[in-house]
């Protein structure tokens, strides 16, 4: 049986295919499309997850109506064994309800003995809230602080195109967000909320007003209350749970303190705990995102009351609206219990596949050794680290780390010293050995903040209870277990993959060590967590690599061509000549005719009823408007003198008159007609086209201490081969090509076309050549303005960047020719020749064969434009014309 999420991934899918089409509100299409940077489904910058992510989000939010999380079941699940089946409610306890879902579900929410007799804890905690709750489910390093900020982001863009009615709170939009942390550690990694670029996320016209009126606030430490205006909207509020938490503060006495100084002190924590909570009560249209989610669940199960889930329920029942609650985490379980709130899920096998994580395949050891030999254990770990990973290092010159995680600081200082000798038999410095635990100084604990930065000079991490959830550290690349843990809640896993987190650049691989112990306690976790095994974390390769592209010719002159601008433009002016308008002859309100019968037997129709008299027309009493207000209407609509209009509708209808309603419409077109006068004006301009925008590029110092350009990409292992370096280039130091290096082709006719063929003709006959270029690599509009708009089957406005530009040397003043290649699936030929031929079309590479067709009609002396059909081999006459081109200009 499916998942719920697997569910909504194939609703949420064929949304998408649909346009993301809303009546209501329409505007998301808009935004969602923004996100894609071509019309092939590359993402401007959202990764995959986090996209996947937030259209799941905005399907919930306008095309399910925001369901609680029951009523998304029962309508995925309609039938009474299906749905028990989703909740993971053991047949046992579905037979103890007489097999009756509404029973069921009140013993679930009553019962206490029913729920912890099957273990229905967290269920209880999903089916009892009074609010919308969802759960994102994206293994850690995916990035789910930027996807908290780009729901934020959309929601209020959506709010201020759409203002919420005070009438209808069940539609609106999100006006004011409270981001939960539930701890220190985690609430330093929400700072990446104000490092997020909205500015890629939101269409531009949606980001200024965004930019303009979001407010981001951290809650500070020591203030009493949160520095936000009461009833205010458009903020971003993060706190951690300690700062705002509904429960009776835990304070530590100080030296020499009273009782009753002890009771003080709780009694201002409590007040100032409570001020912070009533002024985000106080915010319109809330929504509460909780990051690290699975910390949140558990109704007072043991002695912990869950403080998150207390202090939602609160602002539920205290502010004006709560939209809903999305929780995101990277361990969507509690107490091993699947938490059924889970709308979309993206594990850690997917990561890797993707490279958002590190590879770990073939790179899991473990090690079977006892208690009294965990200090061989640890020896082995560090000189096996050395040995694979010393040299290793970021993109950035971070040098690659180990992190070992002890269970108690008496493991730590007992092991230390084996680890500082097997440090010394590698040649490295004990220097290099940070500790961090709860005892640490002020010193130790900055210089673990100070990790990410390359010139930190420790490499060995030794931690107790320490570098868990919200550790983002790109530069570990190794994780070890000293000993066995007996009790764990995740801690393993979070421990064992904290090393996974990748950055674009590397391709090393990461490396976990465990003992046998705790390797079946990893494995465990991952089942439960992720549904999936150690082996199949040890197996899961990426499916991809990361390319990078460095720009070799950044100075490239511009592509000149002329284009047709066209202007709207008003004929004359208003007040030109005077306005003459006629009184409509509409009646003035709906007319009410009257008939009468009579019962009569006919000889020629079978109906009874006869008409007798006349019909009679009675006049309904109309609608009207004093002249004044009906002249501030169309004087405000058509933006025409006040009095001039006024006196113009005293002529119709009287200095007293008024103006039946129906009227205005006729009078509105009256007006539209005498001063509406446009005319649709063509200018031909010319445009320089940058063929490389280095400004879109990230700058770089190479060895020699000069600037370069860079861009990473990512692209499928299978098409690994279609990469370039210019040192595959036919004829060496060719002056030709590469204005990036490497080319990344989409296709094998691409990649011979310019290596087999048109780059060593022009190696032969560069006489007339200026250069070659490939540009289908590159489909940012931010790196080159070389590209065509072309509208899609719904209208959408699509950008589509032609594979290859072959430009000629210029003659005299009169710039260089240019031919356009495009190179397509010869699947297309029939249709794309058939289109063109008719002059209209409907296919999308017809569309964008059309678009470029009309700029080499613009521009005949300088544009040519050819299209090559192949699957696999080139069909020569075409080559051969594109060679003619490089020699003689008219391919």
Known sequence: MAHLYEILREQTRQWRENGYFCERFPAISEILQHQFADEVGNLRFLRPPQFRALEAYWYLRLVAGTPHILDLYKNSFPKKADLRKALGIPEKAFEEADYEIDPLLERIADDDQFVKAFKLESLRETLTLEYPSYILALAMGAGKTILIGAIIATEFAMAMEYPASDDDLQDAFVENALVFAPGKTIIESLRELAEVPYDKILPPRFYKGFAATVKLTFTPDGAKDIPVIRRSSFNIVVTNTEKIRIQKPTVRAGAGWTQLQLLEKEKQLTEEANLRLQTIASLPHLAVFSDEAHHTYGQAMGKELKKVRRTVDYLHHNSPNLVCVVNTTGTPYYERQPLKDVVTWYGLSEGIKDRILKDVSGNIHAYSFTADNADKFIAEVVRDFFGEYSDVALPNGAPAKLAIYFPQTDDLEELRPYIEAAL??????????????????????????????????????????????????????????????????????????????????????????????????????????????????????????????????????????????????????????????????????????????????????????????????????????????????????????????????????????????????????????????????????????????????????????????????????????????????????????????????????????????????????????????????????????????????????????????????????????????????????????????????VSKEGRKAMALSRWTTLNPDRLKYQIIFADTALPADEVAKAKAFVIVGNG
């Open 424 to 841: 010394a038999e590698t040649g490295q410095s004990p220097a290099i050995v940070l500790k961090n635990t709860s005892h640490s100084t002020k010193e130790e604990i900055d210089a673990f903040n100070r990790l990410n930065d390359p010139k930190s000079p420790h490499r060995v991490i030794l931690l107790v209870n320490k570098g868990t959830e919200g550790w983002n550290c790109p530069s570990l690349f190794a994780c070890a277990l000293a000993r066995k843990l007996k009790n764990s809640n995740n801690f393993v896993l979070q421990t064992a993959t904290r090393c996974l987190r990748e950055v674009t650049g590397n391709n090393a691989k990461a490396r976990i060590y465990l003992s046998m112990d705790n390797r079946a306690v990893l494995d465990k976790q991952l089942q439960e967590t992720y549904g999936e095994t150690l082996e199949d974390l040890n197996h899961a390769g990426s499916e991809s690599i990361t390319v990078k592209l460095v720009v070799r010719k950044a100075n490239i002159p511009p592509l000149i061509i002329e284009q047709t601008l066209r202007t709207v433009t008003r004929i004359g002016t208003i007040h030109e000549s005077p306005l003459q308008l006629d009184r409509p002859t509409t009646a003035g309100g709906d007319a009410v005719t009257l008939q009468r019968f009579a019962m009569s037997r006919r000889q020629a129709t079978a109906g009874v009823l006869q008409q007798i008299g006349e019909s009679l027309t009675i006049d309904a009493v109309a609608d009207t408007e004093d002249i004044h207000t009906a002249a501030v209407k169309l004087a405000e609509w058509y933006r025409l003198d006040l009095w001039r209009l006024h006196g113009e509708l005293k002529r119709l209808y009287g200095e007293t008159g008024e103006v039946p309603i129906a009227h205005l419409t006729d009078l509105a077109a009256q007006i539209e007609r005498q001063t509406s006068r446009y005319e649709v004006k063509e200018t031909k301009v010319e445009k320089a086209l940058a063929l490389v925008k280095p400004e879109g590029f990230t700058p770089e110092i190479d060895e020699n201490g000069e600037v370069i350009y860079t861009a990473e990409i990512r692209i499928p292992k299978v098409s690994a081969h279609l990469i370039a370096p210019v040192g595959e280039a036919p004829t060496k130091d060719t002056p030709f090509g590469y204005h990036y290096d490497p080319y990344n082709f989409d296709s094998n006719p691409e990649k011979s076309f310019f290596l087999d063929h048109l780059l060593p003709h022009i190696d032969l006959n560069p006489a007339e050549v200026e250069d070659i270029y490939f540009t289908g690599g590159i489909t940012d509009t931010g790196k080159t303005d070389f590209f065509v708009e072309y509208r899609d089957e719904r209208g959408h406005w699509r950008n589509y960047f032609p594979d290859f530009l072959i430009r000629l040397k210029e003659k005299g003043k009169q710039p260089g020719k240019c031919l356009i290649v495009e190179i397509k699936n010869s699947q297309w030929e029939p249709v794309v020749k058939e289109e063109l031929a008719a002059g209209k079309a």
